[in-house]
């Protein structure tokens, strides 16, 4: 069963705006952590949060934790065509990851 | 520091064969994991695996089945091939030594399935 539950489910911009993306998940965790997935390749991570963090940032990514609301948020800043891929949260707990079914992000040039 | 490596890239396969997927980890990585990502089902956890020993199991039948070398290199088996195995298969290693699952994990590009 899925963990994390991604919203939107797909999402379309234009280069250069800023792309925010939700992920809400069920139980307890010990972090959250965010991938990119682009197209016919593996996953590549992007960032983790810990659960006792409520904010962290990298590059032009930054993602948010609110454990009392069981969500994440991850915002990407200023996007480039090169964006375009699908981004998933991920829960981890007892050494493996539990994944959302994942946001499709089209930047148009 | 060379990636995650899984082979073959692409595999097609008959209902009823076996099949083997190996991965090679980041050399120093010792947990490596072993994803099923299919369109309806998305990715799912298969096993973990960490200094030779199977540390976690996800909600598969025993005909998928792992093995980790001492090299940490790892291997998978599908026995008696469904049409539903069809999937891109992940492997992903990381730094875990206590399977708490609070270390990124690298991921290879995965092997393409494909039953016929």
């Known amino acids: 069963s899925q963990q994390g539950e991604e919203d939107p489910q797909a999402l379309s911009i234009q280069e250069g705006e800023n792309a925010t993306m939700n992920c809400s998940y069920k139980t307890s965790i010990n972090n959250l952590q965010w991938y990119r997935q682009n197209s016919g390749r593996g996953l590549v991570h992007l960032i983790l949060?810990?659960?006792?963090?409520r904010e962290k940032h990298s590059g032009r990514l930054r993602v948010t934790l609110d454990t009392s609301k069981k969500s994440s948020s991850l915002l990407i800043t200023a996007s480039r065509a090169a964006d375009t891929a699908s981004y998933f949260c991920?829960?981890?707990?007892?050494?493996?990851?539990?994944f959302g079914k994942g946001i499709t992000l089209s930047v148009r040039p | 520091k060379a990636g995650v490596t899984q082979t073959p890239r692409y595999l097609i396969k008959t209902r009823g064969q076996q099949v083997t997927l190996s991965c090679s980890p980041i050399s120093g990585h010792r947990s490596v994991s072993w994803y099923q990502q299919t369109p309806g089902q998305g990715l799912q956890f298969l096993f973990e695996y960490f200094s030779e020993t199977q540390r976690n199991k996800g909600n598969f039948p025993g005909r998928f089945s792992g093995r980790q070398f001492s090299n940490s290199r790892s291997e998978m088996n599908v026995s008696t091939l469904e049409l539903g195995d069809s999937a891109l298969y992940l492997c992903?290693?990381?730094?875990?030594?206590?399977?708490?699952?609070?270390?990124?994990?690298?991921f290879g590009d995965g092997t393409r399935l494909s039953i016929l």
């Open positions: 949060i810990r659960s006792n963090e």
């Open positions: 991920a829960t981890g707990a007892n050494s493996k990851l539990t």
């Open positions: 992903a290693s990381s730094l875990d030594p206590s399977g708490g699952g609070n270390q990124p994990q690298h």
